[in-house]
């Protein structure tokens, strides 16, 4: 099990705000950056969060990430059809002294 | 154009090994640090392996570590992993990513992913 905890799913209507919650600790999200990935299957993943809220060439501005304390969410805001997918939030950990991803959050479109 | 391609998978039973192979391109190599990521069957990403871009430094998750190393030749543009002592929980869709300097796991390019089974 991954040391950092998602809910595993969240759900919207097309337009609405949705909220992704990555909880951690004191030995990653604290002290860390925290990236975040889409995943579709059958496909590779694609960052989407990366840094101090930077988000790569293409990535829409609906997408942004913030962090407070041991925790980070990500908010897709004005969700869309093509946002239903596998989220996945990313950090470094110094106890693990190594990468880890969180547990998924699966985003459907109602 | 930035490109990861994976080779090297299949099937072998339990205590088998295996060497996957990435080759990029489209980019200087040498310059990156680079990971392999796996999925298993109905899970999420898992984290593997990081080597920087020197080879100097490799980390590893506690589940392949003893069993897995990881290895890059820059001058054929190649990332490896080497898997050994392999178990049916090593069944995965592994991924060679490419890593934006300073910026955690932030990884901006990944192969398309290969599957490697293994039987118990």
């Known amino acids: 099990q991954s040391v950092l905890t998602q809910s595993p799913s969240a759900s919207g209507t097309p337009g609405q705000r949705v909220t992704i919650s990555c909880s951690g600790s004191t030995s990653n999200i604290g002290i860390h950056t925290v990236n975040w990935y889409q995943h579709l299957p059958g496909t590779a993943p694609k960052l989407l969060i990366y840094?101090?809220?930077q988000r790569p060439t293409g990535v829409p501005d609906r997408f942004s990430g913030s962090k407070s304390g041991t925790s980070a969410s990500l908010v897709i805001s004005g969700l869309q059809s093509e946002d239903e997918a596998d989220y996945y939030c990313?950090?470094?950990?110094?106890?693990?002294?190594?990468?880890?991803f969180g547990t998924g959050t699966k985003v459907t479109v109602l | 154009e930035v490109q990861l391609m994976e080779s090297g998978g299949g099937l072998k039973q339990s205590g088998g090994s295996l060497r996957l192979s990435c080759v990029a391109s489209?980019?200087?190599?040498?310059?990156?640090?680079m990971n392999w990521v796996r999925q298993a069957p109905g899970e999420g990403l898992e984290w593997v392996a990081y080597i920087g871009s020197g080879d100097g430094t490799k980390h590893y998750a506690d589940s392949v570590k003893g069993r897995f190393s990881i290895s890059r030749d820059n001058a054929k543009n190649s990332l490896y992993l080497q898997m050994n002592s392999l178990r049916a929980e090593d069944t995965a869709i592994y991924y060679c990513?490419?890593?934006?300097?300073?910026?955690?796991?932030?990884?901006?390019?990944w192969g398309q992913g290969i599957l490697v089974t293994v039987s118990s």
């Open positions: 840094g101090k809220n």
């Open positions: 489209g980019f200087i190599f040498s310059n990156y640090e």
């Open positions: 990513a490419r890593e934006l300097a300073g910026s955690g796991p932030a990884f901006d390019y």
């Open positions: 990313a950090s470094w950990d110094d106890s693990l002294n190594g990468y880890v």
